[in-house]
């Protein structure tokens, strides 16, 4: 991988690998330990007030100098509040997700914060350049969680063409074969949740942990396509009730309430049958667990001798 580029100068990273920003999974001890190791760590602060939020990034800045960020997941209640602390701490970059953060965006200028918006398609990714911001996450819905319609495949080279500024690809990547696809399709760097989910680090409850490693390719289903918020999770008992809802014709409050509180029973309890396993297609070729610094060595490593390999060549 060549190492240093645009995205990593903007970032001031080592490498061009991010961290998903998941709720409940992506707390202060794992975004440190990414940032730690040359990459970009990132806080969910999914549905969490302000307060939780506050304590992820003294995690963070006790652990680390190094620059770190804050995924804000715009569909949470407490969004004006994360914004504001975000602001106030001086949080070197932000990811935001789950819709348009347009409105906040001359603020975090304002203080020098930089702005990373996924995008699921590629009129919100123009939208976005005009406003200002200084990359772009583009995300396939292999991804896990909320998801768009487009395949990272296809989204890549589109939102690549559309826009001036650097493109982070996302969905679907676990491994240094994921990279090189990404960077072929023109993207600068990757953005990874489910693989450092089987982190060492990763504080999320072993049995979630190993639900990903034991999942096989078609284990990450997508439900809620009904209710305008497709989400990707691992197949259980809870996907299948919501499915039955969604087949019986159920409301859009019914379906939502029995989602409501179910990422915490997963991610914290362990829950993995009865709570939401959010998780991306890369299931199927993620089998260990290792320590952060190994995925990212590791990464790094994989990405380079497939570079080498292909060289000029294109025939094996
Ligand atoms: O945000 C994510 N992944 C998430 S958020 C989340 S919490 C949640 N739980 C249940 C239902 C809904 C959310 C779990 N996983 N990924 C980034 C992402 N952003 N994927 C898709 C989008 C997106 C979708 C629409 C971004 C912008 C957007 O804009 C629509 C508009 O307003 O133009």
Sequence with gaps: MSRKNQLTA????????????????????????????????????????????????????????????????????????????VIEERVPVVTTGAGNPGKYIAAFKEVGTRV?????????????????????IAEGNEAGGHIGELTTMVLI???VDAVKIPVIAAGGIADGRGIVAALALGAQGV???????????CTAHPNFKEAIIKAKDRDAVVTGRSTGHPVRNLRNKLTREIERLEKSGASKEEIEELG??????AVIEGNVNEGSVMAGQSTGIINNIK????????????TEQIINRLGGEYNG
Aim: net charge negative.
């Design 10 to 85: 903007i970032l001031g990273i080592d490498f061009p690998i991010i961290q998903g920003g998941m709720a409940w999974v992506a707390t202060g001890e794992l975004a440190a330990e990414v940032s730690k190791a040359g990459g970009l760590g990132v806080i969910g602060a999914g549905n969490a007030p302000a307060d939780l939020v506050r304590q992820e990034i003294i995690k963070v800045k006790q652990r680390t100098d190094k620059p770190y960020a804050v995924n804000i997941m715009l569909l949470s209640p407490f969004v004006d509040e994360i914004v504001e602390l």
């Design 116 to 136: 990373i918006p996924v995008v699921p398609s590629v009129a919100l990714a123009r939208r976005m350049e005009k406003l200002g911001v200084d990359c772009l």
């Design 157 to 159: 080279p589109q939102i």
């Design 191 to 201: 953005q990874l949740g489910t693989r450092f989910v089987c982190s060492e680090e």
């Design 260 to 265: 409501a509180g179910r990422l915490r029973l």
């Design 291 to 302: 320590t952060v610094k190994e995925i990212i060595t590791d990464l790094v490593e994989e």
